[in-house]
DNA sequence: ATTATTTTTGTAATTTAATTACATTTATTG
DNA sequence: CAATAAATGTAATTAAATTACAAAAATAAT
């Protein structure tokens, strides 16, 4: 809770004098930071220790302490807040939300992601023989985009949205090859299948998915997404994004790991482009 | 522009004294604000008016002036910012640095999105007769990943990643067609031509693209991406997700569009696909 | 109702912090 | 290598915040 939030729930247990400086704060909370302690203690018509035992009250240090906690809260926006989308919403309305819970959602993926899988992961891919991504539905589309920036590189590398497929190439695999399962859910039984034929066979197998869950428990690394969303009436949207950034961060891994020679490679790819497009050249 | 951004702007065009202020209070931005002028001068090793002068020179009135609006400009915990990855930095560097572009990225397009055209969009789209997504390469995975989102509804719903089937497609559209061109840079050749065959047919055409950029000029509608991107050495990260998420938000408006009775189906769906898992269902 | 006690508030003194004016040093240029 | 301009520091001044204590108000108990 912020002070401004706790100065508002808190004013009806303060004494007179002190609600008296309460009031002048929250007629113009933007002016107050820029008062001194005498200029409010005189608009407030009480004495500058009464202002100051306000402000410890309030559960700061002193009088500027509280200046800092009250401007922090009046910074504007709150973004970051995983707000559902209402029927009425208008347009701005939906698209607010829709992107500040897309942030609220890479921001709690961040915060809890593990660094050590995330080193494990790089360090397999790095040294794959072979990767591949699986995925279904809509996660297909993430695995998609995962082969799609890993073909820029020379390590063989596939992506399937077919069950049967996903099965074959699991069941010809072997170690040193790395299979990437990337689901929502982690429970969509045909991936957990494949999964456990691929870890028979010695491969590494990583999974971009929710944890708990029964994918999970069939992959050797896990890298989580678990993202609290409103999944019943629309679709996964905010997680399908973390999962996206989180290939994100594991090919910027490869790349680094790779080195810099390996840069080189990649801006010729960039140059090989250039002929399909008109004027100046950027990336896809 | 807040204060910590205009220090980091101003950083090169400051003098030695007022530089090695900045540094201590670059390294330690939350800590700086509960420090005194006297403190942070002898952090710095400078005389104390030299911290004032340096407050002054950053635009603030004056040292605690300084601190207020640092305080307030730290609130967001110093996201936002694009940095960009190095060669040694370590994976929780570039992991974060990665978040905090993507995140930055969705913020720039949020604020700069075109209400307007979002409303035009999505009107056209909820009453297209048949919807068909375009996107090549790193752009075909969001197109995929549109189709997949919209093939949950009645109308009908195409995506092609094949230039061939691209143009047999948009020759074949006509009035009430809605043709939705994704692509990063907005520069890719053949993508503009299938844009203009399409706009010929009198379908409508709506592109997901860099503004203004030469398939812009071909779309009747372009909802902008444009995000500034270290292009040269990796490949587009953030620019992407912006285009997934203004898809999240096309898809929304339709299915708030369509009205309640809808996401009914929606719910039906959700069952169907509730054999193919383990337990506890959820979206895919 | 009145006194004792606690709580609240204010006055004045003290301490701490920030700023100004000016001197000195350091860099820059002809 | 002077001469000038810019940058930085020292010391004095002013402003701000806090503390200690006393007075007043409110509450409780007899």
């Known amino acids: ?26 007629a113009d909370p933007h002016g ?31 009088y500027p302490d509280f200046k800092l906690q009250l ?5 504007k926006g709150t973004p970051f807040v995983n707000r559902h989308v209402e ?9 607010g939300k829709i992107f500040e819970s897309t942030m609220a959602a890479l921001n709690v993926t961040r915060k809890h ?14 040294q794959a ?21 890993f073909l820029r590189f020379d390590t063989p590398v596939m992506f399937s949205d077919d069950v049967l497929m996903q099965r074959m190439a699991a069941i010809n695999s072997g170690p040193g090859d790395v299979i990437v399962f990337i689901s929502h859910t982690g429970r969509t ?10 870890r028979q066979t010695k491969a590494k197998v990583l999974g971009i998915t929710a944890f708990p869950s029964p994918l999970a428990d069939e992959c ?3 890298l989580s997404t678990q993202v609290p969303e409103d999944t019943d009436v629309y679709m996964p949207m905010a997680s399908r994004i973390a999962q996206l950034v989180l290939i994100d961060v594991l090919i910027t891994g490869y790349t680094l790991r790779r080195g810099p020679d390996f840069r080189d490679k990649l801006r010729l790819i960039k140059e090989s482009l250039r002929d399909s497009r008109f004027g100046k050249v950027d990336g896809v």
Do not use: W, Y
Request: with cysteine; glycine share 4%.
């Open 71 to 75: 401007a922090q809260s009046l910074v």
């Open 129 to 149: 023989k072979k990767i591949s991504f699986f995925g279904l539905g809509a996660s297909a589309s993430v695995a998609h985009d995962a082969q799609n920036k």
């Open 220 to 222: 050797e690394m896990v």
């Open 189 to 198: 039984k045909a991936l957990c299948e494949i999964a456990a034929i691929a």
């Open 87 to 95: 029927q009425d919403d208008s347009i701005e309305d939906f698209t």
């Open 32 to 62: 107050a930071i820029h008062k001194s302690i005498a200029t409010l203690a005189q608009l407030a018509d009480v004495s500058e220790p009464t202002v100051n035992r306000f402000c410890r009250t309030l559960g700061a240090k002193g």
């Open 113 to 126: 992601i593990d660094i050590e899988t995330l080193e494990q992961a790089i360090e397999a891919l790095s």
């Open 1 to 26: 809770m912020n002070l401004l939030e706790k100065l508002h729930s808190e004013v009806a247990s303060l004494s007179k004098s002190e609600r008296k400086v309460a009031d002048v704060i929250l």
